[in-house]
């Protein structure tokens, strides 16, 4: 059974950093794609970055471009951990976060068909 659990949330200051893991168990992940998301309260979830199993492509959304870095290491195929680091962070970035995983498709890179979802990990940027 698939597994993606995050961590590295918190309570952070506007201009602060923060780094999120997510480890992926459960089965073979090479030709997957990860992805992070957020939901703030009242709003839609929203994508925020992708980055492919070999680590050789990412794709970000215009809101965090140039402050958030996605990535990822594999110890093997079946074990992965992805990270999202998080720069000069902004109170609207306050939100849950969720890391997805689904097999590589382009549509991936922008947010579209996941298969896989953590529980997800509170972020919150104080002004």
């Known amino acids: 059974q698939v597994q993606l659990v995050e961590s590295g949330g918190g309570l952070v200051q506007a201009g602060g950093s923060l780094r999120l893991s997510c480890a992926a168990s459960g089965r073979t992940f090479s030709n997957y794609a990860m992805g992070w998301f957020r939901q703030a309260p009242g709003k839609e979830r929203e994508f925020v970055a992708a980055?492919?199993?070999?680590?050789?492509?990412?794709?970000?959304?215009d809101s965090v471009k140039g402050r958030f870095t996605i990535s990822r290491i594999s110890r093997d195929n079946t074990k992965n951990t992805g990270y999202l680091q998080m720069n000069s962070l902004k109170p609207e970035d306050t939100a849950v976060y969720y890391c997805?995983?689904?097999?590589?498709?382009?549509?991936?890179?922008?947010?579209?068909?996941?298969?896989?979802w953590g529980q997800g990990t509170q972020v919150t940027v104080s002004s």
């Open positions: 980055v492919t199993w070999s680590g050789g492509s990412t794709y970000y959304a």
């Open positions: 997805a995983a689904g097999y590589y498709a382009p549509t991936l890179m922008r947010g579209y068909g996941y298969d896989y």
